[in-house]
């Protein structure tokens, strides 16, 4: 098995990793960094606890789909074969021969997973597809065609695991509940492009200060007879 591993800027730079929390994205790399020739973690759970991280992360990265999984307990990473690509005198076939025999593997180098007759492409959303034909272990050479990214909405966790990130006192549900509930539209209608740059907006709104508070709408009212009183006074 190799020493070295690579991962492209394809696939890191893109919006929809890069969406994640910090902790999804450093198991992402640990994964790749321990995962056989094709790309298969025979031990994710033991990697997770190597480094910290949670259910949460590895659920986030099976949710948006950069890493597969299998009933056995292994997963493979999805866009091994654009991260990496060795030579064949250099590479050593993986031994979860059963579960890569569940993969297909598209023109652009990414695995999907055979579902009867149908192939289930899965590939994450804002990852643009590029070619691997000149990939190569030491050699940063990575394809140019480049596609437009398309906007994932994150996940309740995702959301509050980055407002956590900043330290701000935004409601993570109650913004999750609202972008959801309008479809990911702003209020003027628009399509959300980035859902962290909402958030920072909302910071700004949780960080003003409050008016303060009327005094005179505590003051008790009472019902004076003024007529009353201006006769009091003359007879004084």
Known sequence: MAERRMFAKTIIDSDAFLDMPISARLLYYDLGMRADDDGFINAPRKIMKMIG???????????RKFVIPFDSGVVVIKAWRINNYLRSDRYNETKYLEEKAKLTIDQNGMYHTVKGNEVDSGIPGGIPTVSTGKVSIGKDSIGNNIGRTKFTPPTLEEVEAYCKERGNKVNPKAFFDYFTTGGWKDSKGNPVKN????????????????????????MIHTNYDFDDIERRLLQQ
Not at 53 to 63: F, G, P, V, Y
């Open 53 to 63: 991280a949670t259910i949460d992360d590895m659920n986030i990265l099976i949710a």
């Open 195 to 218: 859902w962290k740059q909402k958030i920072i907006t909302w910071e700004k709104f949780e960080t003003q200060p409050k008016p303060k508070e009327n005094k005179f709408n505590q």
